[in-house]
């Protein structure tokens, strides 16, 4: 089949019948001649006849035809060219162009060789695209087709063809690689996992990245699988999971909070936004995967009774319509009747009442009387809109809410007209316009689904686009942002083009940081920022996704807070210490100026002010409870937010009285344990009536519980410690008795050993069923209340079971009638033993021992009485010790004795301390509190060496430079079995 135009043809159909070409140097048409006569002139007069009207039909034809024609020179000179070509090249219709080069209208040099190779190569081309210009330099692009004429003897003398331009094409095109590109990195790159499934068979077509990370897979272990893969078991599912199912029969755009199963069998909580698509006549469910896991922990951890959290949709449709100044409808566009089930026609017949509910309505005519008011003044803003949230109704009657943008229309002189409104369904997400390419739908679809803000920018930073949820963090409209450059809304913007980012985004990488967005009334707000390069028709740019991470930093600082109250429990010095512990972290939470504890005294029925900061008031006297707020929260048990109208109301209903003075905004929380409460916790503030919100409400009343507790343990632990005193008091006075009665006692040892083991007796028999009993009733509970209560009574039987056996453990070494069992012990082989079985104490606390006993030594002592020697004295070296520090052994023989020492880089002794270490219940760190330690271990130790024969003692050069503990054992030298 021929490649040439049907007019090239007809052409050479005339030219067999006997006509031949010539151009003539007047004139751009083709004119035909015929070949001398040989016959009858009136024959010649006929063919010269129809060659005329041959010539002027097809010139007609030509020079009409939407394709341009022409034949050039092989230089690229016009010979012939039609009125498409003026067209095309933009000149005018009439514009005689022969004799012009046509060459010099291509932009590439390159393509006008290659068009004259393929023709000497081919005889023709078609379909060659080639990059042109018009004549006033606009950029266009054109296809041609060409043929290489020849004359009789072969050789080629012009070239014949048509051009059409398709400049409209390749500007679609590459507008559609723009889309496909945007598409392709919006997929690759955002947080929430994105899923493509067949709605048939519920295989997975496609999956991005983030859906494989969220479960735990790769992409190719989903690709191609059942969407059943994705969720936990389910005994009822078939070919689809229940989730997959209920998204089948809903809506556009529904929403279900379900789970995803990890690899592994982990559970994740997700939310799950589904569309129903249909790609080249496939069915399909596009689902985005928002993990939720985080948030569903979050209000789990802070015991909120009700859901705090709402996915915004995004995907509602905006209804266009105006009214008339009699609030009668004048025009509806047809996206109501998807919205609402009216027509348009039944739009245009309806009344404002008919529409919105009863409350709606009168807030619709409020707002509108008060634009109306606003019209009489001076400064009226002619642009300005108002934004209503109202309640619409549909033609089935059921009731959904609307946003409602509203602004007048005007006429020349400003003067209001009628009204134009913006309607969008805020209850579920606006369909992706059906005109769009499938390309940009799936495009739209995930951009405006997205559960984060999705901004895009130039390399200025400009910004090019956004979706609905960058819009609605921000406060701008789609619009506004549009106008605006990245730096209006990030202070912390890196300077396009010479930051490093720049660099990495603009390079492929995908760079993950976080800053702070302002929004359009001035508040900053944290964000974690995800960018990734793109291609815009004006060149690279940059895509980011933008998450909005103000909870989980608010939820940090309260971990923190927590994490910090309870620390101060142990490391607080006493009660006072810890109230002021406790200021200063609710002071990283909130405005805590003024700030008090008030403890409850249930016996005496007073409340007791033991920490009171107030820049007005003074420490209060203990008092009986009135009807202050203080007394009205211990009363009610509930955290108040009080104002000057709360206060005024409860001052009406006679609940408080003014006590103090008067405060702007108050707020207290009770201190509970349990169901009992021991005080309360106050905050006030003297000028600013909203120092105090919700948030600190809230945020108060979930600490309170946390402060109560380690209040509580805190005074537990003052009274144990207060205790412990006595106990070394009444020890110390039993013992200077005994010196100044050595007599009188000697002959009660016997009654003391028996009343010591009968002690013993009865103080173990009660904690024994404590401790065999608590674990498991501590089994059964589940409250965090009740397991905290359990903890605190298995520690303090712990510490009475420890305490009541050290303190026999002394008495037993003290009475004469207690004898050790002395034998031959291998100093060296029983310090080796023992460090080995301490070696995991000393790794915790990444502690060096360096034993430098070499010789043999072979001492006389009890086994077992020497080991407790030696663990109280490496224990107690290891606890006063900081990490990384050491401890050396070393032993020098001295006669029948040997003296062992044991040095640590700890803390140190000063002369004070040194004269009462070895006294029973005496502690070095008073602000120790650990229930490990009792106080008895170094008198122990002392008792043995002395029921050994010998002493101990310790040196130390003051505090910070470590201690070295003495004590010796009698020897007998005798050689090794090793040598």
Not at 124 to 147: C, H, M, T, W
């Amino acid at each position: 089949m021929s490649d040439e135009p049907d007019i090239i043809m007809q052409l050479r159909k005339e030219e067999k019948l006997g006509f031949l070409h010539s151009k003539t140097q007047c004139d751009s048409e083709l004119k035909f001649v015929k070949q001398p006569p040989e016959r009858d002139i009136t024959e010649q007069k006929k063919a010269e006849d129809y060659l005329r009207e041959s010539e002027k039909r097809y010139s007609d034809m030509l020079a009409n035809l939407d394709e341009g024609f022409y034949s050039i020179t092989l230089e690229g000179i016009l010979l012939y060219h039609n009125r498409k070509i003026n067209q095309i090249l933009g000149f005018s219709p009439d514009e005689n162009l022969v004799g012009k080069r046509v060459f010099d209208f291509w932009r590439n040099l390159d393509d006008r060789k290659l068009y004259l190779e393929k023709l000497e190569q081919n005889g023709s081309v078609r379909n060659y695209l080639v990059a042109a210009r018009k004549q006033d330099g606009k950029p266009i692009f054109v296809e041609l087709f060409g043929r290489l004429v020849k004359d009789k003897q072969g050789d080629p003398v012009r070239i014949d063809g048509s051009i059409v331009d398709v400049t409209e094409r390749m500007q679609a095109q590459q507008l559609l690689c723009e889309r496909e590109e945007r598409y392709r990195l919006l997929f690759t790159e955002a947080l929430d996992g994105i899923c493509l499934a067949d709605a048939e068979t519920g295989l997975i077509i496609d999956c991005n990245q983030a859906l494989a990370d969220l479960v735990g897979r790769e992409r190719v272990e989903l690709i191609g699988q059942s969407q059943t893969i994705l969720h936990p078991h389910d005994k009822n599912q078939d070919t689809f999971s229940s989730t997959f199912r209920q998204h089948l029969t809903s809506e556009e755009g529904h929403t279900l909070e379900t789970q995803v199963v990890t690899r592994i069998g982990s559970i994740r909580e997700v939310e799950i936004k589904a569309n129903h698509l249909n790609l080249q006549g496939r069915k399909m469910l596009l689902g985005i995967f928002h993990d939720i896991t985080e948030r569903i922990k979050v209000e789990n951890a802070l015991r909120r009774s009700e859901e705090k959290y709402r996915l915004v949709t995004e995907n509602a449709s905006d209804a266009i319509w105006t009214m008339d100044m009699n609030l009668r409808f004048t025009y509806a566009s047809p996206s109501h009747e998807r919205m609402t089930g009216y027509t348009t026609e039944d739009v245009l017949k309806l009344s404002l009442d008919e529409f919105l509910t009863t409350e709606s309505l009168e807030r619709a005519l409020r707002t509108f009387a008060t634009e109306m008011e606003r019209e009489n003044s001076e400064e009226k803003d002619l642009s300005r809109s108002v934004i209503l949230e109202l309640d619409e109704i549909r033609v089935d009657g059921s009731i959904f809410p609307i946003e409602t943008r509203i602004s007048f229309l005007r006429d020349s002189k400003g003067n209001p007209i009628g009204i134009l409104g913006i309607t969008r369904d805020i209850t579920e997400r606006r369909q992706i316009e059906q005109s769009l390419r499938e390309s940009e739908k799936r495009y739209r679809t995930i951009l405006d689904q997205a559960a984060d803000a999705v901004i895009m920018h130039d390399s200025t930073g400009r910004i090019m686009d956004v979706n609905l949820k960058a819009c609605h963090s921000l406060g701008y409209s789609r619009d506004e942002l549009l106008s605006m450059s990245i730096r209006d809304i990030d202070p912390e913007a890196i300077q396009i083009g010479k930051d490093k980012l720049w660099s990495k985004v603009i390079a492929g990488e995908q760079v993950l940081f976080e800053s702070h967005h302002r929004r359009k009334d001035g508040r900053v707000f944290p964000v974690e920022v995800t960018l990734g390069s793109v291609s815009l028709s004006t060149g690279q740019g940059v895509i980011g996704i933008v998450r909005d991470i103000t909870e989980r930093k608010q939820v940090e600082l309260l971990e923190h807070a927590l994490y910090e109250i309870a620390r101060a429990s142990e490391t607080a010095k006493n009660l006072h210490d810890l109230y002021r512990v406790v200021h200063l972290i609710i002071k990283s939470l909130m405005s805590a100026k003024n700030f008090y504890v008030c403890l409850y005294d249930e016996e005496e029925n007073l409340l007791h002010y033991p920490y009171f900061v107030d820049e007005i008031d003074i420490l209060p006297e203990p008092e009986q409870p009135g009807k202050g707020l203080t007394a009205y929260v211990l009363r009610t048990g509930q955290t108040l937010l009080c104002d000057a109208s709360t206060d005024e109301d409860l001052i009406r209903r006679g609940e408080v009285e003014l006590v103090g003075s008067p405060s702007a905004c108050w707020l207290g929380a009770p201190l509970k344990v349990g169901e009992k409460i021991i005080g309360v916790i106050a905050l006030q503030h003297y000028s600013d009536p909203k120092a105090y919100s919700e948030r600190e409400k809230q945020i108060l009343d979930f600490v309170s519980g946390q402060i109560a507790h380690t209040i509580e343990h805190k005074r537990s632990e003052e009274e144990r410690q207060k205790m412990h005193e006595m106990l070394q008091k009444v020890n110390k006075d039993l013992e200077q008795t005994v010196m100044d009665r050595t007599a009188e006692i000697r002959s009660l040892l016997n009654q003391k050993d028996e009343f010591i083991n009968q002690l013993g007796h009865d103080l173990k028999n009660p904690l024994t069923p404590l401790i065999t009993l608590l674990p498991l009733l501590k089994k059964h509970v589940s409250d965090t209340e009740s397991l905290e209560r359990f903890d605190v009574v298995l520690r303090n039987v712990e510490y009475m079971k420890n305490l009541v056996t050290k303190t026999l453990e002394l008495a037993r070494l003290s009475s004469p009638n207690t004898v050790f069992d002395l034998e031959d012990i291998n100093l060296t082989e029983k310090i080796n033993e023992t460090l080995h079985a301490q070696k995991l104490m000393f790794q915790t606390r990444h502690i060096t021992v360096d034993n430098k006993i070499r010789d043999t030594i072979i001492i006389q002592a009890d086994a077992l009485r020497f080991e407790e020697l030696l663990n109280n004295l490496l224990t107690n070296a290891v606890k006063y010790t900081p990490e990384g520090g050491g401890i050396t052994l070393d032993a020098k023989p001295e006669k029948e004795w040997v003296i062992v020492s044991i040095h640590d880089t700890g803390i140190g002794l000063t002369e004070g301390q040194i004269a009462h270490i070895f006294d029973e219940f005496y502690k070095v760190d008073q602000s120790r509190h650990d229930f490990e330690s009792s106080g008895l271990g170094l008198p122990i130790c002392k008792r043995i060496a002395a029921k050994h024969g010998g002493k101990i003692w310790v040196e130390s050069e003051g505090l910070g430079k470590g201690c070295t503990f003495y004590f010796t054992m009698k020897t007998r030298q005798k050689e090794s079995r090793d040598k």
